[in-house]
């Protein structure tokens, strides 16, 4: 069968361009792969409960009913319209962030096993965390969809806008899920610090509360230096409020994710090839 | 060592290393956590050391063969095959692959429990870098391989472990890969599946695949392999044909463990301290030069020199031998009474020796006990129980008797 003469050189140790261009290259040619992880992912999570894939809808939806028993009240304010529908968009793109920066680190601690055995692309188990979250925030607009209509929302047109919007979340997100993906590598106990990390930055980042009850003083702060507070305004615009971004309010974001993926991209690549000494 | 013995005309190099080497930074301290690193690092004491897992490492495999590696754990065996597989990169050095690698993976690994069966085998594929299509037309092979049938649909968790053997093998060498790498992992399943897999490997090889493989197991080395390389403490200490590596590989094991009997023989201890009218001084095992040796073969002169240190006159000692295999099995108990060697002893040194012309044990770990016995009065004066050993070994001496634990040194004749 295979007689020819002399096969090709497939591989070259030293011919080798820059690691951060042969990532995303390798990562192209293994996109069978990476569908098959967010496949198992998916699978996976249906096979393992009776509701399945349903709980993906569920849960921010219960999230959404305690917060709003525990802080309708409290944070009632004319700029507000639906308390639950505020809370709701907010923890969509909140949820989103913060599943798939810690799937992309778990998957490669844990799957890491693997990158010893055979050759696959590093950034796979980042990239098939994406695919998930994608996937899971898709089919929790229809919590959203229905809370709006409940509670009086207009459906607009701006709808049509959230697939921009979640692309800049996901870009954001997997530049920092490369980064801390990297660093546990080295420190295990970054994954537990990162759950600790996760908690106050979310209190931070105006979810639960509307951003005017901030303290003038702070709230420069807690706004314009904290990328999620772009990220989750993005995913807000068109659903919440019903409009679309003017161009500072997505520049902004838009510019953020991107400095953060490609900073995300170059370290996990520069670094990957020490990965498989460590896991 | 030269690369030889392969008719290297016929075919062309598939897997080149030049002058690799890797090298790992270890820590001298293990550091395990980033706020104990941040501390040392503002401390300064951050300490690396350079671990060369691989030193300088030449090698080229031949198209279609069958290429060994052996070694003691961690000499660098898989840190190799992983260069090959892509999975590290070389510190040093250049490596050139030409095709296609599959690395026999271990079984399950990227199994996901909760998955069928079915599922699971997709996913795996992916790994290998198949797209689902090329899966599909693969699927009902690797079914039928593994011998699962309706139970391909069931998750995972519900398998055996001989099922999970079965399924992974079947994945990883359903494809006709160009360089098949095999790391241990042939001691899966029941019999009739190890002989199916060993099929297997053989039709890949006869399909013109070159095979990488590790083993402990030199008669596996010696029956698949046609070369090996010997890889020791990160460098090749031979290279060539399979059962002259093995053969001196062995032979530098079997060394060793002949410095490590030699130093047991000297430690010299005393079960009889007490009684100090004699004591045994040395005992040394020797060949037919009268040098000391602690491998023989069937068939060798051995001979066994006691040595005493006497204090007090003794008019009728007895020197005894026990021979024991390590097993405990007592083969023979003789002694110098029973052969007619009557020895009066003065204060000062003395000695026997008890020459076997030729040794009837086969291949085994024997030890000797040593006795001195004072005859009137039966009396133990010194002892030492199983203190010296020796290993009879017949590999390169063509003997051909292996069963049981003697030869009796008989002839067959035909009536």
Known sequence: MKVQPALPVIYDSTRRGSAVIEELREVLNYHHLIWQLVRRDILARYKRSFLGVAWTMLNPLGMMLVWTIAFSQFFKSSSLPSYPAYVLSGLLAWTFFSQTTTASMVNLIWGGGLLNRIYIPRASFALAAQGTGLVNLSLSLIPLLVVMLITGLPIHFSFIFIPVSVLVICAFALGVGLLISTWAVYFPDISEMYQIILVAW???????????????????????????????????IPTYYGRFPTLEEFLIPFMIALVTLILGWVVFARKSDEFAYRI | MAENSLPASQSHSIINLEDVSVEYRVPQEQIGTFKEYTIRLLEGKVKHRVFKALNGINLSVFQGEVFGFIGQNGAGKSTLLKLVARVLRPTRGRILVRGHVAPLLEVGAGFHPELTGRENVYLNGAMLGFSHKEMEVKFPRIVEFSELGDFIDAPIRTYSSGMLARLGFAVATDSQPDILIVDEVLSVGDEAFQHKSFERIQSIKSQGATILFVSHAMSSIETMCQRAAWIHHGKIVSVGNANEVVDRYLGRVYDEETIHLIEDSHRGFHTNEGRDSIKISQVKILNNQNSEQHIFHTGETMKLQINYQAFQPIDSLEVGLAIHRQDGVHLTGPNTTFDGLDIKVNPGFGGVVYSIPSLPLLEGLYNITVALVNRDGNLILDYQDRFYSFRIENRGHKFPEKYGLMTLGGKWKLL
């Open chain 1, 202 to 236: 979310m209190f931070l980042t105006p979810i639960m509360y509307p951003e005017q009850i901030l303290p003038e003083a702070y709230r420069v702060y807690i706004t314009m230096l904290n990328p999620m507070y772009h990220m989750v305004k993005l995913f807000r």
